[in-house]
């Protein structure tokens, strides 16, 4: 900082816009705290998930779905090799998916190893008490949320894309500097740019009801107290290959999410999301 | 056995960052978590009474949703030779007992059953797997039965005793009072309009179409009303409860 800069600015000028290296205060509670309560129970939902997947690798589109019906979707194996059978592709995923070797060393021809589900051996009760308990945690807070957040206006200062940021031209140049791994500094970066408010607004309004409701179809229970549930999803079995597909659109704004938390500096991210202070990364000098 | 091959794993995923995991594992046993999972199980089956009303029927089909296939699941045929003798004779000689806490114990042929009122209802039919299959079933609605056995105050459980047994320990499932006398609760005799196969449970199965495959009892014998499941198999209601852990409450 300047030190004679004081003097010359007049009193009741507002202060100067935050630059790099100033901490900024960007994460209020609510969304910290929901944060990782999320990170838990989306973590325990989806590794529970696919335990449950596991009973029965096969999805089907429409009301009924049986080993007899024709699947869309199959992940199996045999002593040789697993694979995946999307439509008519076969993909081979030997060591990965369908057959594997678990920590014994024997071959397992289950569709996820052991080390992607909870609990990590075959076990379809436990992993449904696991399911069901965790699907609590990520509803309630989740309205929650989504109640404080429209209440302290986060969706509307934060999340909300300006008309300017909406311009092709503006997402396509956050496009090619996310991927020349190109990130904001000084000011700039104290607010969400148009990706991460599109993926976020994606996650929160789009892909999590997504999840809750078609979870909810899958309920024999629910289909009779809400039976629009079935209409909307176009049946049960529907439903359920539309709930794995969001699980893995959610699996991978997950691991793009970390891998920015990476390449952005995560100790200041993470810190950020655990105190709210965040300090703005420098301007790069050419 | 399983404890020690666990802790192996434990020690192998150590070093492949599979802590985490084998902490999941540990704490999916401990008795504190599973009690905060049969409150979360307790929850949900409030949540749900709470938001179905307890005559919502489940959604029904029409013939052109059949399934082309019904596959079976489960036992398809006991192996009692008390069931193989009423299967030979076409169960001329067997019997259905509805007791416990009845004002008059009944015992019914299936002649005199199939001459019962019946509805007919095409419904979906979950696996807790994860499948689904959409068949046509008849029967006699449970709650003429138990109407004519006439219901005692006490009672609030209804248990279903099967013929078929899993390694010796016999198949048998509970209702509430609510899903007992559900208008689609039925015991059913007839499917997709044939007789019963055994494969689905003949003479007669328990369809409850508002919870899951594995609590609709088939080559039902008896069916019994209690005041409480405690005394009934090793307690939580049902075969695959006691011995799997699964969810007596199967609505989801």
Known sequence: MEPDAPDEAPADEPPPPPAGGDVVYRHRWPTRLWHWLNALSVFVLLMSGLMIFNAHPRLYWGKYGANPDYAWLQIGGDAQRGHVLIGPLDIPTTGMLGHWTDSNGEIQTRAFPSWATIPSGYNLAGARSWHFLFAWLLFVPGLLFWAISLLNRHFRRDLAPTKEELAPRHIWRDIKDHARLRFPAGEEARDYNILQKLSYLAVIFLLLPLMVLTGLSMSPGMDAGWPWLLDLFAGRQSARSIHFIVAMLLLGFILVHLLMVVLAGPINEIRSMITGRYVLPREKRP | ?252
């Open chain 2, 1 to 252: 056995m399983t404890d020690r091959l666990t802790r192996r794993q434990a020690l192998v995923s150590l070093g492949t960052g599979g802590l985490l995991l084998s902490g999941c594992d540990r704490i999916g046993r401990s008795p504190a978590f599973q009690s905060v999972q049969s409150g979360a199980e307790r929850l949900t089956m409030r949540a749900q009474r709470l938001v179905i009303d307890r005559t919502a029927l489940a959604p029904e089909f029409s013939a052109a949703d059949l399934s082309p296939v019904f596959r079976t699941n489960g036992n398809a045929m006991p192996a009692s030779p008390a069931y193989r003798t009423h299967l030979e004779s076409g169960f001329a000689h067997w019997r259905l007992a509805i007791d416990g806490l009845v004002s008059r114990p009944l015992s019914l042929s299936l002649a005199q059953i199939r001459r019962l009122p019946a509805r007919t209802q095409i419904t979906r039919h979950d696996c807790v797997e994860g499948w689904s299959a959409i068949g046509k079933w008849t029967g006699v609605p449970l709650k003429l039965l138990l109407d004519g056995a006439g219901l005692r105050r006490e009672a609030r459980y209804i248990v279903f005793h099967c013929a078929d047994d899993f390694s010796g320990m016999p198949y048998y499932e509970s209702i509430d009072l609510i899903d007992a006398f559900h208008p689609q609760t039925i015991l059913a005799w007839g499917m997709n309009d044939r007789v019963l196969p055994v494969g689905h449970g003949a003479p007669l199965r328990l369809r409850l179409e508002r919870q899951l495959g594995y609590k609709q009892a088939k080559f039902v014998m008896r069916v019994e009303a209690v005041d409480s499941l405690d005394r009934i198999g090793l307690g939580k209601g049902g075969f695959w409860e006691d011995n799997s852990g699964y969810q007596w409450y199967a609505g989801i």
